[in-house]
Nanobody
Framework: QAQLRESGGGLVQAGGSLTLSCADS????????MGWFRQAPGKDREFVAT????????FYGDSVKGRFTISRDNAKNTVSLQMGSLIPEDTAVYYC?????????????????WGQGTQVTVSS
C-alpha cells in the first residue's frame, strides 16, 4: 500500500519555476505507476502527468506539455514534478498519486492512492 507525502509547494511569480516532490513510504513503489493531479478552486481535479514504474513512459496533460517534467528515483522511492514557465492558471493544490495497474489506469480510471496535496500559487 502506498503512503504518499508531497513537498515543495509554495508561492512563485509567473514565469518562474518550482519542483514538487513526493515520497512513498509504503510498499510497491518500484512496481507502481506514479503521477500528479491538481485541483484549482471551483474546478474538477485535473490530470497533470504520469510516469511508468520503469520511468520509460511519461504522459502529460495538454495544459502542461512542454512546461512540466515528471521523473522518479526508484532507489529513493520518490517522484518529482519540475514545473517551468508557470502561469497563474497553474495555481492549484497538487496531489501525488500511485497506481499498481499502470499509467493508463492512473490517468483514465483514477489512481488507487492519493497524497494529501500541496498548494502551488502563481502570482501575476
Amino acid at each position: 500500500q502506498a503512503q504518499l507525502r508531497e513537498s515543495g509547494g509554495g508561492l512563485v511569480q509567473a514565469g518562474g519555476s518550482l519542483t514538487l516532490s513526493c515520497a512513498d513510504s509504503g510498499r510497491g513503489f518500484n512496481t507502481s505507476a506514479m503521477g500528479w493531479f491538481r485541483q484549482a478552486p471551483g474546478k474538477d481535479r485535473e490530470f497533470v502527468a504520469t510516469i511508468s514504474w520503469s520511468g520509460i513512459f511519461k504522459f502529460y496533460g495538454d495544459s502542461v506539455k512542454g512546461r512540466f517534467t515528471i521523473s522518479r528515483d526508484n532507489a529513493k522511492n520518490t517522484v518529482s514534478l519540475q514545473m517551468g514557465s508557470l502561469i497563474p492558471e497553474d495555481t492549484a493544490v497538487y496531489y501525488c498519486a500511485a497506481d499498481s495497474v499502470g499509467t493508463t489506469h492512473l490517468r483514465v480510471s483514477g489512481p488507487e492512492y492519493w497524497g494529501q496535496g500541496t498548494q502551488v500559487t502563481v502570482s501575476s
